[in-house]
């Protein structure tokens, strides 16, 4: 066992599909107890990043330390410690809710009698405790994530992946995940977390970095990656003719961002952009604080990706 | 990144010869047990129906085969045939369904459990499903004193093996498969194909030389050369050929399937 302070360490990784390069010489580590977002754009490589970390890729080049176990050669000790919460459901639909949770725990070698006692508290955590003998195709989109956040502690893991943890949830079944997941950094467990949403990022993680095209585009916290990489204010103006008035006036703030008939003003001082505005009334304008979600479109550009 | 035993480099591997295939064994047995009655039903009902039709309707019009009725003729092929059935059907569709629609082999592999070890643990449920269809029908046509026990009590492991190497060879078309509608392929250009010229039906020594030799080596074959004599109360002859066959696919296939899945879910 190695590398007490980090629950996972990679460096140089490198991964390559058909020749095309998805994760071209990543590293970073994650420290015990630490919320670690990765955030990125379709395609940056962030589930590939996950499926290595877990033994499920062999990667070209590069080091990964999971829990002190070196990946892929010892995936399998490592996976005994790691819990895992995937993009998509994958819950056994002809099981009941208890089923679920018992037939997992047998993949970790977990006894019958063990389970019996640790479920009612996993069922708990999750709010499922009436559910039990429910059948998960009667379960609720929230409920099945709750119930897969379950099925993930079954081994009480030191380390917890989650990819894309809220995707599709509405704003309660959300609220709801990031309570517990706070909960769970609360008792010491460490989380690594994919995800788009970029105020799931700001709410939960000490850490991030952003990827994008197989590379790390930026890494920190993300209160200082807003302080740091971008302008502390916005002014959003929108409305006939906006693009145009906005073009006109670039010199007013530090950055002019456009992107379809929205202009962006990111603004230290936004006192000259709210001047000319007050002259205005066909435009409409909303003043904001940047967020990380600003970062993120700097860094990784406005463009779809598919 | 040191390279492991058996298979790819530096991905962790286990599979038949350990014991991470009982969890998942386990849990294709608790959701059978949930529907046990129609699943029972299929994999006993149509091979009867079959026999006693055929059996009763055929075997009148027909001579004696091989010096038996043909209701005793066509007993053993109905046994081995339908313990194909049950693994081919479950190696295929369901082991798909398990890798493709409903994701549970990724769900797995995100435990200490390797790839190999999900996929002995189909192997080895496959070839429950087959020991479960051929005990069935072997408990009903005994009541129906249709067979010559204690020499009966034999086929059960023969039947058993049968089942591995059809799972085994189902994994293998299951690893390579775009969609359901690929087994089709297999189903149309081996199993009915094999299932005519293998005995099941009529016997083969009847049929033109280049038919006979190619059927010597299907798989099918060598289970019906086993089962048949058994059921009739004779010891089979060249039993080590037949079962070294039989397992000699299974270990083939299996090594086949296990290479072609990781390929397919660990690359």
């Given at each position: 066992m190695a590398s007490l302070n980090s629950a996972l360490e990679i460096s140089g990784l490198r991964k390559s599909y058909g020749g095309r390069s998805v994760i071209s010489g990543i590293g970073f580590s994650v420290p015990v107890g630490a919320c670690f977002g990765i955030l990125g754009p379709n395609g940056a490589g962030k589930t590939t990043t996950l499926r290595c970390c877990l033994g499920l890729t062999p990667p070209d080049e590069g080091k990964i330390l999971l829990g002190g176990h070196s990946i892929p050669d010892d995936a399998c000790a490592a996976r005994a410690r790691v819990g895992v919460v995937p993009q998509f459901d994958n819950l056994d639909p002809d099981f009941t809710v208890n089923e679920n949770l018992l037939v997992y725990s047998r993949y970790f070698g977990l006894k019958k009698p063990e389970m019996r006692r640790?479920?009612?508290?996993?069922?708990?955590?999750?709010?499922?405790?009436?559910?039990?003998?429910?059948?998960?195709?009667?379960?609720?989109?929230?409920?099945?994530?709750?119930?897969?956040?379950?099925?993930?502690?079954?081994?009480?893991?030191?380390?917890?992946?989650?990819?894309?943890?809220?995707?599709?949830?509405?704003?309660?079944?959300?609220?709801?995940?990031?309570?517990?997941?706070?909960?769970?950094?609360?008792?010491?467990?460490?989380?690594?977390?994919?995800?788009?949403?970029?105020?799931?990022?700001?709410?939960?993680?000490?850490?991030?970095?952003?990827?994008?095209?197989?590379?790390?585009?930026?890494?920190?916290?993300?209160?200082?990656?807003?302080?740091?990489?971008?302008?502390?204010?916005?002014i959003e103006i929108f409305g006939e003719n906006a693009v145009a008035w906005a073009k006109a006036r670039r010199a007013l703030c530090q950055r002019l961002e456009i992107a379809g008939e929205t202009a962006y003003f990111y603004c230290n001082d936004t006192t000259l952009v709210c001047e000319a505005l007050d002259k205005e009334r066909a435009l409409h304008s909303l003043h904001r604080a940047a967020n990380l979600e600003d970062v993120f479109i700097k860094l990784t550009g406005r463009e779809l990706r598919d | 990144m040191s390279a492991h035993p058996s298979g790819k480099p530096g991905l962790p591997s286990a599979g038949l010869f350990s014991f991470g295939w009982i969890p998942v064994w386990r849990r294709n047995f608790l959701v059978w047990r949930k529907l046990a009655f129609p699943s029972l039903l299929g994999n006993l009902a149509d091979p009867l129906i079959y026999m006693l039709g055929l059996g009763y309707g055929l075997g009148r019009m027909l001579p004696r085969i091989s010096g038996v009725d043909y209701m005793q003729f066509l007993i053993a092929g109905m046994i081995v045939a339908s313990a194909m059935n049950a693994a081919t059907f479950e190696s295929l569709y369901s082991a798909f369904s398990r890798m493709r629609t409903q994701k549970t082999w990724d769900a797995i592999l995100v435990t200490p459990l390797s790839l190999d070890d999900v996929l002995a643990g189909e192997l080895f449920w496959a070839a429950s499903k087959s020991f479960l269809s051929g005990f069935s029908i072997l408990l009903v046509i005994s009541a129906l004193g249709l067979s010559s026990l204690p020499l009966a009590l034999w086929v059960l492991p023969i039947i058993f093996l049968t089942g591995f190497a059809f799972a085994a060879i189902g994994l293998v078309v299951c690893a390579l498969a775009p969609s359901y509608d690929f087994f089709m392929y297999y189903f149309t250009l081996f199993i009915t194909p094999m299932l005519m010229i293998s005995g099941i039906f009529f016997p083969v020594e009847n049929l033109p030389h280049s038919i006979y030799l190619v059927a010597s080596w299907l798989p099918l074959s060598h289970a019906v050369r086993l089962v048949r004599p058994l059921l009739l109360g004779e010891c089979p002859q060249d039993i080590v050929l037949h079962v070294a066959v039989l397992l000699g696919v299974t270990i083939v296939a299996f090594r086949v399937a296990v290479f072609l899945t990781r390929r397919r879910l660990l690359n």
């Open positions: 640790r479920i009612p508290g996993l069922l708990d955590f999750a709010g499922l405790t009436d559910k039990e003998n429910a059948r998960v195709e009667a379960l609720s989109g929230g409920m099945k994530r709750r119930l897969t956040l379950a099925r993930a502690l079954v081994n009480d893991p030191d380390i917890l992946f989650l990819d894309e943890p809220t995707t599709g949830l509405d704003p309660q079944a959300r609220h709801l995940i990031w309570d517990r997941l706070k909960q769970l950094v609360a008792q010491g467990k460490t989380l690594i977390l994919t995800t788009h949403f970029m105020e799931e990022a700001e709410r939960l993680c000490e850490r991030l970095i952003v990827l994008d095209h197989g590379q790390i585009v930026a890494e920190g916290n993300p209160h200082e990656l807003i302080a740091s990489q971008i302008e502390p204010n916005v | -």
